[in-house]
T-cell receptor, first 110, second 116 residues
Framework: AQRVTQPEKLLSVFKGAPVELKCNYSYSGSPELFWYVQYSRQRLQLLLRHISRESIKGFTADLNKGETSFHLKKPFAQEEDSAMYYCALGSTDSWGKLQFGAGTQVVVTP | NAGVTQTPKFQVLKTGQSMTLQCAQDMNHEYMSWYRQDPGMGLRLIHYSVGAGITDQGEVPNGYNVSRSTTEDFPLRLLSAAPSQTSVYFC???????????????FGAGSRLTVL
């Protein structure tokens, strides 16, 4: 069975401090991992996907298949990073539907 | 380009009432899905569709019906509303064609439903 675990419900960090959001998954097949973000009063939107290996808004995430993790990191948090972040798992066996984690609320204080 | 449009944005129902949440997309996406968002539980898949005329259940389908008569529309019906269905509902769509791939979802703005 697919499962996505985000252990932190809330992360409160100071502006300029590093931030790391943890995500662990369980899946027996070939996974696709994503980070989606929901800013206040905005739609849920894609932040990162593991296959693109990009840095978006200063965030990076590396898929570690050995540890089944896809942690999201940013070295210097900004106030505009305050949002709800969801880790999500998809597969090539079942297109178009994702398994989401419970979400982590990030609050960046000045 | 409107993307994914959901209506209504807010709705209050009494227990036992029925209603339909509307979802329409204008991107010719073949995949559409409905999720509910609850605090501490993230987004959970209710129903999804891989094309017109084809639907399947997700993780939490009980109490909800869907149909997909056209590529554009994917309404979610609550047959007899219960307080446990108080939630924020999101419709999403995606496509295997194009650069993004079928697992990159475009979301609607959400519909907040309260059942008294």
């Amino acid at each position: 069975a697919q499962r996505v675990t985000q252990p932190e419900k809330l992360l409160s960090v100071f502006k300029g401090a590093p931030v790391e959001l943890k995500c662990n998954y369980s899946y027996s097949g070939s996974p696709e991992l994503f980070w989606y973000v929901q800013y206040s009063r905005q739609r849920l939107q894609l932040l990162l996907r593991h296959i693109s290996r990009e840095s978006i808004k200063g965030f990076t995430a590396d898929l570690n298949k050995g540890e089944t993790s896809f942690h999201l990191k940013k070295p210097f948090a900004q106030e505009e990073d305050s949002a709800m972040y969801y880790c999500a798992l998809g597969s090539t066996d079942s297109w178009g539907k994702l398994q989401f984690g419970a979400g982590t609320q990030v609050v960046v204080t000045p | 380009n409107a993307g994914v449009t959901q209506t209504p944005k807010f709705q209050v129902l009494k227990t036992g009432q029925s209603m339909t949440l509307q979802c329409a997309q204008d991107m010719n996406h073949e995949y559409m899905s409905w999720y509910r968002q609850d605090p501490g539980m993230g987004l959970r898949l209710i129903h999804y569709s891989v094309g017109a005329g084809i639907t399947d259940q997700g993780e939490v389908p009980n109490g909800y019906n869907v149909s997909r008569s056209t590529t554009e529309d994917f309404p979610l019906r609550l047959l007899s509303a219960a307080p446990s269905q108080t939630s924020v509902y999101f419709c999403a769509s995606s496509s295997r064609t194009g650069r993004s791939g079928a697992n990159v979802l475009t979301f609607g703005a959400g519909s907040r439903l309260t059942v008294l």
